[in-house]
């Protein structure tokens, strides 16, 4: 029996797949589809381990697919723009495109010594001017059909990278790369009208368009989008205030709890709102405050972490209500940006509003009572009250639930002239510029008499000038000779270019259509594309399950509306996979150690090369930042590629974290040999039996059972995700081939050995080509049909046995009558709802007492 040689075998059956194109996709549109699609990569530098487990998903279904008789697109392109490359451009030296392709070239052949099933056919950079150009046009019909528009804003500005960011490059108020402090700065910016279709992308969310989603990921984009219904209404200045110019009519709040408005103890305006800019020159010391106020970010997070500090005006507005005259502050958490850039403040029931007023001795009246609470002794303490109840202190308000209340407070507000009810939204409109260079170039001239008007369609695309200057801070583009220089196009005089590009996100908003299809002279041809989207399984991260979701949504709803496409919900089934996870390692001096040069003996870590010690610090995300990566070719070197994939498959529940330990790859290795072992003893009797002609006794009964049982069972997890189950059946089936070796005929063991062959080819390819070619198959394993179950073969006996965790019972299993210890055991530690009970724990022991109980012990 040879031994099994990944070293000799991977590479083999990689150009074996090469030269067969087996997984280019055929451009026929009448068969069956489906379309499968990781969230493509950002070209840093290397993939590390964690990436293999995403990709290992979703590749896992795409053979899976292919093998079911589907039509598959399993493309592979690369997120390609954006600032890091910029940063090693001044770092380095090196021009970013430079630098991204040659990450490319790297990346690239990382992922195929995986092997993966990918269409390389397809691949693209998102940098690659044929890419962008159509990006570009989308853009001018977008902006034709008021799609997109500029307007001045208010936005994150880094003094230092010179460079707008967004909100999540805002870390504790400075900049993500730079660390500098954030300013915020007013500027004219291009927006992408997403609020326009708030009111669809939430619907979607509920009506059924999204069921194949996560309800967590659905939740997330519900409460960003946040639809609130409420209040718009005016605040009058109070008698002997004299109105500052302009604002005669008073100040306008929005609010979603006008049942709380005899709470009110004072008004409070952005410092970017009008009336603060009317009153500078006219109160002392409002224009240094307000010059504070803008060195916070604009995140919500950042207003909320950030202490709550006001500056009083010289106003006051009466009480809608009552006599009352409410003081008026310039103050650092309202935001411009959402409802009308000013609130009244009722400290009794919310935290902000309360801390502000503690820090400035204002009133605190509460009006909404505790259930039991007794009106004439509750007080509000260091937290306001936020619950349910019935409104107190508030005249014609008294004794209603607040439901009823802020009805009738809207109601009465109408009826005074002040205002009217109305639905406010969270979301604000797309900002799309950014103050840089390696950008998809934004199609636009700015010319002094014509204004800012279009790129000519037959001037596409704007490509991006070879030679930028990275010396300094700031965008390129602005400081380039001759770059931004270019006649009108309209009346011929001097203009300029228009030297922001997009946010990447706009890029990473559409790739999918462009990799269903991709025609020359335009973004996509609307028939192939409707033929592949949506996406039929999107695999990526919980990280991504806002914006880039969000916007991608957005973005199909603009390709429908001008006619790309007929799609507007682009993935039709998301899976968000859990991370991978490992020790962190500093040396004596604090710096981050790569687990590869780690040695680990007895709980205690040296340095590889000169035995010096090493902390091992918690475990965490695989993070370049931290050095705790593991390179997936130093793995493939040592186990093969196979193992790698098998662990990343088998050790949890794919949606959940999992920690990467050399132990674990060595029992993939384990049982790689294992499976090539049992398929090279029963290699001779396979080549000799018809698979075709059956030939079966009572004496085959068992095994063929165990064969069918798995295919039925790997064939369910595959399709709800449930891999490390799947991989447990495997095990399990090994199992029953082992004990039908002596009792079967030729041709149930070379039926079993032509299903585990094919079962295991989605998990691990390589070892799965090798296993058919040498039990004397024709063709690639990755072209034969899936197994079907044979129903009539599915009767079995079977036990459901309990599972304790340390001594508590936490779920049951259902394992085969004569299923040994092993197996009962792996199938135990596999089930998903044991596997939530021992998540982060030392598995100790297991003890299995046959047709009864597992006890597992850890701690």
């Keep these: 029996m040879s031994r099994y040689n990944p070293k000799e075998v991977e590479p083999k059956w990689q150009q074996a797949w090469s030269d067969a194109k087996s997984f280019e996709t055929s451009d026929k549109t009448t068969d069956k589809k489906y379309y499968v699609l990781e969230m493509f990569p950002y070209p840093s530098g290397r993939i590390h381990i964690g990436h293999v487990r995403n990709y290992a998903m979703g590749d896992v279904i795409a ?114 790369r730079s660390g500098a402090t954030v300013e915020r700065r007013n500027l004219s910016q291009w927006f992408f009208k997403i609020t326009d279709a708030a009111d669809d992308l939430l619907a979607a969310l509920d009506d ?129 940006g959402y409802g009308t850039g000013a609130v009244f403040g009722c400290p009794a029931h919310d935290q902000r509003d309360l801390d502000f007023a503690r820090k400035y001795d204002l009133p605190v009246p509460p009006v909404v009572l505790p259930p039991d609470a007794d009106p004439a002794t509750f007080e509000i303490g260091d937290e306001p009250y936020v619950g349910p109840g019935k409104i107190y202190n508030s005249e014609f308000l008294n004794g209603l639930e607040s439901s009823d209340a802020i009805a009738m407070a809207i109601e009465k507000i109408e009826a005074m002239g002040l205002g009217e009810g109305t639905t406010q939204y969270r979301l604000r409109d797309w900002g799309v510029s950014r103050q840089r260079y390696w950008g998809c170039p934004i199609p636009a001239i700015h010319c002094e008499k014509c204004g800012i008007v279009p790129v000519p369609e037959k001037d596409l695309p704007v490509v991006l000038p070879e030679e930028a200057d990275f010396s300094v801070p700031g965008n390129p583009l602005d400081r380039h000779p001759t770059w931004k220089h270019v006649d009108c196009p309209e009346c011929g005089a001097k203009a300029r270019r228009e030297t922001d590009t997009c946010d990447t996100f706009v890029d990473s908003s559409w790739y999918f259509a462009r990799f269903a299809s991709q025609p020359e002279n335009k973004p996509v041809d609307p028939s192939t594309a409707d033929y592949w989207l949506p996406v039929d399984q999107y695999i990526g991260g919980i990280e991504h399950a806002i914006l880039h979701l969000l916007y991608a949504r957005y973005f199909s709803r603009m390709m429908k509306q001008a006619g790309y496409t007929s799609v507007d919900e682009p993935f039709a089934n998301l899976f968000t996979q859990g991370m991978v996870v490992h020790e962190t390692y500093k040396d004596e001096n604090g710096e981050w150690v790569l687990p590869e040069d780690v040695v680990v003996e007895k709980g205690k870590a040296r340095r590889l090369d000169d035995g010096s010690p090493v902390k091992i610090g918690p475990i965490e995300k695989m993070s370049k930042s931290k050095k705790n990566v593991v390179a997936p070719e130093a793995i493939a070197a040592q186990y093969g590629a196979d193992a790698a994939r098998w662990f990343m498959l088998s050790d949890s529940p794919p949606e959940r974290d999992v920690e990467w330990t050399d132990s674990g790859v060595e029992g993939a290795w384990r049982l790689i040999n294992r499976i090539w072992d049992t398929v090279s003893a029963g290699a001779n009797v396979a080549r000799n039996v018809d698979l075709t002609k059956p030939d079966v006794t009572d004496a085959d009964k068992p095994l063929r059972q165990a064969t069918h049982g798995a295919i039925a069972g790997i064939t369910e997890d595959i399709e709800h995700f449930r891999f490390n189950k799947a991989i447990a059946r495997v095990y399990e089936f090994l199992n029953a081939l082992k004990k039908a070796d002596k009792g079967a005929g030729d ?63 936490r779920g049951e299993i259902s394992v085969a009558a004569d299923a040994d210890k092993d197996t009962v055991e792996q199938v135990a530690l596999s089930d998903e709802t044991i596997q939530r009970h021992i998540d982060g724990l030392t598995i100790r022991k297991v003890v299995v007492v046959p047709g009864r109980i597992v006890n597992i012990v850890a701690n």
Excluded at 110 to 118: A, F
Excluded at 124 to 152: I, N, S
Excluded at 768 to 791: K, Y
Aim: net charge negative.
């Design 63 to 176: 053979r899976y697919k292919k093998a079911c008789g589907f039509n598959v697109l399993h493309p592979m392109g690369w997120d390609a723009f954006g600032m890091p490359a910029e940063n090693a451009a001044m770092q380095t030296g090196s021009h970013p495109a430079k630098w991204t392709r040659s990450n490319i070239e790297i990346m690239r052949g990382q992922l195929q010594q995986m092997g993966l099933s990918i269409d390389w056919s397809r691949e693209f950079a998102t940098c690659d001017p044929e890419y962008y150009v159509h990006q570009q046009r989308m853009f001018l019909d977008f902006w034709k059909r008021g799609f997109a528009y500029r307007k001045e804003s208010m936005v994150n500005w880094d003094p230092v990278d010179q460079t707008v960011l967004a909100n999540e490059q805002v870390i504790d108020g400075k900049g993500w």
């Design 208 to 336: 059924g368009r999204l069921s194949g989603w996560p309800e967590n990921v659905r939740l997330m984009q519900k409460n960003w989008i946040g639809k609130s219904k409420g209040l718009k209404m005016k605040f009058r200045f109070a008698d002997g205030t004299n109105a500052p110019s302009g604002h005669d009519d008073g100040i306008e709040v929005f609010t979603t709890r006008p049942d709380t408005l005899f709470g009110a103890s004072f008004v409070a305006i952005s410092p970017d709102h009008p009336l603060a800019a009317e009153m500078t020159d006219k109160v002392d010391g409002l224009s240094d405050f307000i010059t504070e106020c803008q060195k916070t970010g604009t995140s919500e997070e950042a207003i909320e972490k950030a202490e709550k500090r006001g500056f009083k005006l010289p106003l006051e507005m009466a009480h809608p209500f009552d006599d009352r005259k409410l003081p008026v502050y310039v103050a650092n958490f309202v935001l411009m």
């Design 747 to 809: 041709w149930a063991k070379a039926e079993a050995l032509s299903a585990l062959v094919r079962l295991i080819a989605p998990f691990i390819p390589h070892l799965a080509e090798e296993c058919w070619s040498h039990l004397g198959n024709e063709g690639l394993v990755c072209d034969a049909p899936w197994p079907v179950a044979d129903q009539d073969l599915l009767a079995q006996d079977e036990l459901t046995i309990g599972v304790q965790v340390n001594g508590k019972r």
